[in-house]
DNA sequence: CTTAGCACTCTTTGTTCTTGAGTGCTAATC
DNA sequence: GATTAGCACTCAAGAACAAAGAGTGCTAAG
């Protein structure tokens, strides 16, 4: 049994109806559609070889076609038509990103939420460190006071951090700024774990008066580094799935939220390649609170040895075309922004 | 009608049975606990007169009696005992504080997934500064080398912050660290909306070379003091309301949901004073979209100038004794936390 | 004041029946 | 050989109805 053009019309048909009502389709609805110059028996015959195939099945005996996994796949792979945002539709977005990134927050975050916005999708958004170790790439320490000090931290992945320290006991400007000669010495580039107590006593003896202060440079410096690879993950828009039909049964529902938090970041789909958009279907999910579901996830550089991940999860019965296109969108203008960029009327 | 002691203890009896089990109450349910000695008939009567003086209600003729929002105000103000965690579970608690903010990360945030946790209900954090106009306190420039150097700014909240400038044009060090103090001459102890175009220039006139860095350390400084109004808006266990019958009604519990995000953290109840558990039940909320819940919450000393607030959302049947405990026990965990003592075994 | 008793109300649950959408198959038609 | 008309069949969903059960309010007696 080969794949006509005209089971092709038609398995697109039942798909593009499914994903708008989410309904299940029957010949008589589409023998309504223009495009079918045929019978309502040729069509239910059309069908049931597709349902043979594995493109289509059937709840029970009296209801209409609804697609499956295989059939979702085939037509994300093999009928959608690209889906174009509108000038309008690109148009506001830019507007958006100008005036929503102007505020400031995380940007990623806002991202996130616009996009969850225009979906009506839960979206996730998080970065995953590519370089495999973070390590300090440089100490700074800045005296304020005789109290206190600020410690200033740069990381082989270009991250900034600080910290106001403030000691029970005063101490020389000078001593300070000595110990961060020594620290940049004895502690760049090297992981935190590599931190050994050795090194800490060779650089106190070096150091002399300010040496105490070691360990608390050292303790931030573990923290800034553990921090690194943090996969700073946000969610938006999860109540919206409640909006669907898929969902009403509460149990459904609870099931994906519970899955959807910052505990499981690591399970989600991430795309296998930069740039590319993934779109992982129902069962094709590694974990089986997505199996019911599907994902649409992108990656986009950030930074050197960064790349951030943004995904949208909804129902199976999902517009991908649209989705997948302002995901990507998105994610264009998300990397534009990060990257310093102005931002020209980039291509919808 | 006054408020006999045997009313009281039935009011308690209806309204802790509701909490457990969300079934109106009804006489035969009553008269089989031991703490009764009385007909069903006697219980009938007592009912009937709490009934009208406002405390039960009656959704049905043949249903049992469900407290009103009065009823509950009268049991959290007169007759709930005072829930006191058990040894065990201030234990655990205590524990899970020293390991888990160990981790590092946002304390605030994990304290907040705990108590979420803990009780089974969405839980929100913010941080609100009660100072009034942030300023910057001290502008630091460190030159990094020719083409890039960091911008560290100290507010008066003793907030710092840092982030790393890239030129296209070389600088020398020597230009950069005099710009600091020029900064720090006019633009310290200053409103961001204060920053005008006229200092800006007389700045620029003194700086020399180094002017045209002046807008470019501005604007971050812009962005660092607006950040600071930021609410640092956290939420958790949202889907948590899906367990509970009331919210069983996929609406009400979209509704509700659809408000709990940052959006509206400025809707969200905050105590009034300083270290009180506040409860507002039902329809003493101000927001509608709160009407059907009660929130517990508390605010707790973070640093200078800013308060914690820590809140707790759940259906009007909510075990107000027990939720007061936690959420208190916890913000006071926090507390400490925050002012980097050690944790000993605190009060539960 | 308390309680036994009883009629009454209203929700909940289960049952049965009907309706209608949609199918699969057969036989006739192009 | 492909298409179509026709028809019997299936099954979910909804309506209508009945029965059960929980709980009440009231009355009259203790």
């Given at each position: 049994m080969d794949m006509s053009e005209r089971k092709r019309s038609i398995l697109r048909a039942v798909i593009e109806l499914y994903i708008k009502t989410a309904e299940p389709v029957g010949s008589k609805t589409l023998v309504q559609m223009p495009d079918f110059h045929v019978s309502s028996a040729t069509l239910r015959n059309e069908m049931a070889e597709l349902e043979i195939m594995g493109y289509l099945e059937h709840p029970h005996t009296s209801a209409g076609r609804v697609p499956t996994a295989q059939g979702y796949r085939f037509y994300v792979n093999e009928l959608m038509n690209a889906y174009r945002l509108s000038v309008e539709e690109a148009e506001r977005v830019r507007l958006a990103f100008q005036e929503k990134m102007a505020e400031l927050g995380n940007m990623i975050t806002k991202a996130g939420r616009m996009l969850s916005q225009m979906t009506q999708f839960p979206v996730y958004t998080m970065s995953s460190s590519t370089k495999a170790v973070p390590t300090v790439k440089r100490f700074e320490l800045i005296p304020v006071d005789a109290y206190s000090f600020i410690i200033v931290i740069m990381t082989n992945t270009d991250v900034v951090k600080n910290r106001l320290v403030r000691l029970p006991f005063?101490?020389?400007?000078?001593?300070?700024?000595?110990?961060?000669?020594?620290?940049?010495?004895?502690?760049?580039?090297?992981?935190?774990?590599?931190f050994s107590e050795e090194a800490v006593e060779r650089c106190a003896a070096a150091a002399g008066g300010a040496g105490a202060l070691i360990a608390i440079v050292l303790e931030f410096a573990r923290q800034v580094l553990d921090a690194q690879t943090d996969r700073g993950f946000y969610l938006t828009g999860t109540s919206n799935i409640l909006n669907y039909p898929e969902y009403q049964d509460v149990n459904k529902a609870r099931a994906l939220m519970d899955f959807l938090t910052e505990e499981n970041s690591g399970k989600l789909p991430e795309p296998d390649e930069r740039d590319n958009v993934n779109i992982i279907i129902g069962p094709e999910n590694v974990e089986k609170e997505l199996r019911d579901s599907s994902v649409i996830v992108v990656s986009y550089d950030i930074g050197e040895g960064q790349k951030g991940v943004l995904g949208v999860v909804g129902p199976t019965r999902m517009d991908y075309a649209k989705v997948a296109a302002r995901l990507s969108y998105i994610a264009q203008g998300l990397k534009r922004m990060l990257q310093g960029e102005a931002l020209p009327p980039f291509e919808p």
């Open positions: 005063p101490q020389h400007p000078e001593g300070i700024r000595g110990l961060a000669v020594l620290l940049n010495r004895y502690f760049t580039d090297l992981p935190a774990k590599d």
